[in-house]
């Protein structure tokens, strides 16, 4: 992935987490962005890697050398966290078993997975 690509993919991804700043799930394939509807299979989630963005007051953060999980993870989450006052965009795993997403989430030392369908956070240290 090019330079100018992922400055591309930047760019839209800033627009579309300014305008869902309360959190969004969404799924970036063939350069179109969907909004993920949850379901069974779709359930639970969680970061994976370094985020993509951070957003922290006026500065800006970019993990590049991230893109270039994009073409085999096409999934995309982010939300702001108030007490950091960070704003943060990253790649997640959906999984549709809650049991094996909260080891993943454990084993990726995640704070927490979010599902979905129910539209709420579990908190891995609670489990």
């Given amino acids: 992935m ?4 992922i400055n591309n ?9 300014y305008n869902n700043y309360k959190g969004f799930t969404i799924c970036f394939k063939y350069n179109r962005i969907n909004k993920v509807k949850p ?10 890697k370094k985020p993509l ?3 922290y007051q006026n500065k ?17 989450g982010g939300y702001y966290d108030k007490d950091k006052e ?3 965009i990253e790649l997640i795993l959906i999984l549709s078993e809650k049991q094996k997403s909260i080891n993943t989430g454990k084993f990726y030392g995640q704070y927490s997975i979010y599902d979905l369908l129910e539209n709420k ?3 891995l240290s609670k489990c």
Avoid: D, Q, W
Avoid at 9 to 17: D, G, H, K, S, T
Avoid at 39 to 48: A, D, E, L, Q
Avoid at 60 to 76: A, G, M, Q, R, S
């Fill in 53 to 55: 963005i951070e957003r």
């Fill in 60 to 76: 800006v953060i970019y993990y590049h050398e991230n893109f270039k999980l994009l073409p085999f993870n096409n999934y995309i």
């Fill in 39 to 48: 379901s069974n299979k779709k359930r639970y989630c969680m970061g994976v």
């Fill in 2 to 5: 090019e330079l100018t690509e």
């Fill in 121 to 123: 956070e579990i908190i």
């Fill in 9 to 17: 993919i930047i760019n839209r991804l800033e627009r579309y987490a």
């Fill in 86 to 88: 960070l704003f943060i």
